[in-house]
C-alpha cells in the first residue's frame, strides 16, 4: 500500500488525523477539545450543538462548522465551551475546526443526524451476533456511524472520556467487528433507512455490570431499599455514570437505547425497582431534558422452557429474570417518554441470546412510531406498528378473571372495531400459552383463556380475555409469561410478543441467591422452600390428574 493511502485508511478510523491536527493536554497551557469528539462523528440535528474542551486561562477559543462561526473565552479554570445554534441534518460532510493561541484541531467528514446513546450490559455490548457470517461483509450503510466509548469507573466526577475513540461508518471493510454492538448495529441501519438521514451511535454498556453503577449514589439514597446494597463493600455506585454518562452529556442525542437487568437477578427485586428507575431519571439530568425518550430492552428467556406453566419451579429460580422484566414493565407504564421492547420470545439457554437483529429491529419500531411520530398514523399511511395488546387492567366475574389490553395506537383503518386487532392472539396454536392463576392463598394454576368480544353497539373497550382455573373458585391474581424462558404465545396481530404482565402487586415467593455473608441461613431458607414447592407441585399434579380422569370415567 502506498503511503498515502495508509495514512488515509488510518484517518478513517481516526488513528491519525488529516490536516493540522494540534490535540494539547488539559493543564489549561494548550487547546484540548474534549475526547467525545473525532473524525467522521454524528452531530444532533435540531439541538444546540456544545463543542468544549481545555485550553490558556483567558484565550480565545473560535469553532467553525461549515459556514457557521463562534468565539469563547477560556475561563479561569482553563474550560471553555462554544455552543452552535441547532442545525438540519444531510448528508453533506463539513469540517469541524477549533483553534486557539495558534493552535488547530480539525475533524474531517462531520455530519449532523440523528445521535442515540446506546447503554447497559453485556448483550447491548460487541459481540454476540446472530448474522455475522454475511452481515460483516455486506454492511453498506455509510451514514450510520458507529463509536465505542471505552467506559471507565470512576471515584468522582469526570471531565472528559479516557480516551478519543474511532466513529467508524457500518460498512464492510471500514469498521472493526469486535467494536461494533449487535443491537445498536441493527437500530441504527433500520433508522437510517426509513428516516433517510444520517444516524450515530454511542455505545457506552459495559458487560456484567448493574444498574446501581449506572446511577448516582445521591438519586439512589433515596430509597432506604437501597441502603445496604449502597453500602456494602466492592459496590462502584455511580461509577459509571461519573466516568462516562456525564462527560458525554454536553453533546446532545436524540434518546437512550438500554439494555440492561440480568445481573441485577443476582439482587433481586426490592433493589433493582429504584436501582433502575434511578438510571432514567439521572441520564435525563445529564442530558438536560426532563422526558429524553428512554427505550427499555426487557430481558430475553433463559435456563430451559417447561411444556407448561411450573409455577412452582418458576418461584425457586435464583436468579430471577421475570423480576426484572416486572420492574421494566412497570417502569415504562409509570414513567413517560420510556419505550418498553419486549423479547422474552427470543431466547435460549444462554443469558446472551443471538437473535440480536430482532432485538434491534423492535427497538427501532418503537422509536420510529414513538419518538419520531409514526405511530400517529396507519401503516397505509406510512404508519409503523411498535406494540403488541398491553396489559391495561382487570376485574373479576364470578370464577374468572377478565383482562384487558391497550391496544398499538397505530390501528386505525375500517376494521378497528374487530377484536383481533386490539387482543392478544395465540401464536401458531389454537389455545393461549404461558398464562397461570392463583386465588388469595397465592397458588397458581395454569390457566384456560378465551376472548370475551362485545356485542354490537357495546363499548369496544370491553373487549377481554377471560383467564380461569378449575382449580381456583375464586380467583384473585393472573400472570403471564412468568418464567425465566417462558413457554407463552400471545403476540399482536404483526408478530410482536405480548409482554410478561402480572394483575396481583403480591411480595415475591423466591430462592435466595446462595451466596452473602449469611450463607447457611440462605441455604436453609432455600430448602424449607423448595419442600414448600416440591408439596404444592405434587398437589397440583394430582389434581390436575383427577379431573382428567373425571372426563373420561363414562
Not at 34 to 51: E, P, S
Not at 314 to 334: G, L
Not at 408 to 416: A, L, N, Q, S, V
Request: glycine share 10%; proline share 4%.
Amino acid at each position: 500500500m502506498k503511503l498515502h493511502g495508509l495514512m488515509g485508511a488510518l484517518a478513517w478510523f481516526g488513528v491519525v488525523g488529516i490536516g493540522v491536527i494540534a490535540e494539547g493536554g488539559t493543564d489549561g497551557k494548550a487547546l484540548h477539545v474534549a475526547n467525545a469528539f473525532n473524525h467522521h462523528m454524528v452531530l444532533q440535528q435540531g439541538k444546540k450543538i456544545r463543542v468544549w474542551g481545555n485550553g490558556k486561562v483567558g484565550a480565545a477559543v473560535r469553532v467553525s462548522f461549515g459556514k457557521v462561526v463562534k468565539e469563547e473565552n477560556v475561563d479561569g479554570e482553563g474550560y471553555w465551551e462554544v455552543v452552535l445554534p441547532a442545525m438540519k441534518g444531510g448528508f453533506t460532510a463539513r469540517e469541524l475546526r477549533v483553534s486557539s493561541g495558534g493552535e488547530e484541531v480539525r475533524f474531517k467528514d462531520v455530519l449532523v443526524g440523528e445521535v442515540w446513546l446506546c447503554g447497559g450490559q453485556s448483550n447491548m455490548a460487541p459481540g454476540g451476533h446472530d448474522m455475522e457470517d454475511v452481515e460483516w461483509r455486506s454492511a453498506d450503510s455509510e451514514y450510520v456511524r458507529y463509536t465505542r466509548v471505552e467506559s471507565r469507573v470512576a471515584k468522582s466526577i469526570a471531565k472528559d472520556l479516557q480516551s478519543r475513540e474511532a466513529w467508524m461508518p457500518l460498512v464492510a471493510g471500514k469498521m472493526e467487528l469486535r467494536r461494533i454492538g449487535p443491537v445498536a448495529y441493527y437500530f441504527g441501519v433500520r433508522l437510517q433507512r426509513f428516516l433517510k438521514v444520517p444516524v450515530g451511535l454511542i455505545n457506552t454498556a459495559v458487560g456484567g455490570t448493574t444498574a446501581e453503577v449506572w446511577a448516582s449514589r445521591k438519586t439512589q439514597e433515596r430509597y432506604p431499599a437501597l441502603k445496604g446494597l449502597l453500602n456494602a463493600k466492592g459496590k462502584d455506585i455511580g461509577a459509571f455514570y461519573r466516568g462516562t454518562i456525564l462527560p458525554l452529556s454536553k453533546g446532545a442525542v436524540r434518546g437512550v437505547l438500554f439494555y440492561q437487568g440480568e445481573n441485577n437477578t443476582f439482587e433481586g427485586y426490592e433493589t433493582y425497582r429504584h436501582s433502575f428507575p434511578s438510571v432514567i431519571e439521572d441520564w435525563r439530568a445529564a442530558y438536560g431534558e426532563k422526558e429524553l425518550p428512554f427505550g427499555i430492552i426487557s430481558l430475553a428467556g433463559n435456563k430451559g422452557m417447561e411444556s407448561k406453566p411450573e409455577p412452582e419451579r418458576a418461584m425457586m429460580h435464583r436468579h430471577c429474570y421475570m423480576h426484572i422484566r416486572d420492574v421494566h414493565f412497570a417502569t415504562h407504564r409509570k414513567v413517560k417518554g420510556t419505550g418498553l421492547v419486549t423479547i422474552h420470545d427470543l431466547g435460549a439457554d444462554d443469558m446472551h441470546p443471538r437473535k440480536k437483529r430482532d432485538v434491534g429491529e423492535r427497538a427501532a419500531r418503537w422509536a420510529l412510531a414513538q419518538v419520531y411520530g409514526f405511530g400517529k398514523k396507519s401503516p397505509r399511511e406510512g404508519g409503523v406498528y411498535h406494540m403488541a395488546p398491553m396489559y391495561r387492567g382487570h376485574k373479576v366475574d364470578g370464577n374468572k378473571m377478565l383482562v384487558y389490553f391497550d391496544y398499538d395506537p397505530t390501528i386505525k383503518d375500517k376494521r378497528e372495531h374487530k377484536w383481533y386487532k386490539r387482543l392478544p392472539l395465540p401464536d401458531r396454536a389454537r389455545e393461549y400459552r404461558g398464562f397461570i392463576v392463583a386465588g388469595k392463598d397465592g397458588r397458581f394454576f395454569p390457566a384456560n383463556v378465551k376472548v370475551r368480544a362485545v356485542k354490537k353497539g357495546e363499548d369496544i373497550r370491553g373487549e377481554c380475555l377471560e383467564v380461569w382455573s378449575d382449580e381456583v373458585a375464586e380467583p384473585a391474581a393472573v400472570r403471564y409469561a412468568w418464567e425465566n424462558q417462558p413457554n407463552a404465545n400471545a403476540y399482536g396481530l404483526h408478530g410482536l410478543p405480548v409482554a410478561p404482565f402480572r394483575t396481583d402487586e403480591w411480595a415475591f415467593i423466591r430462592a435466595l441467591p446462595n451466596w452473602a455473608s449469611d450463607l447457611e441461613a440462605r441455604k436453609a431458607a432455600n430448602k424449607e422452600l423448595e419442600r414448600k414447592m416440591a408439596k404444592w407441585r405434587i398437589d397440583r399434579i394430582r389434581r390436575e390428574a383427577e379431573r382428567v380422569l373425571e372426563r373420561y370415567k363414562d
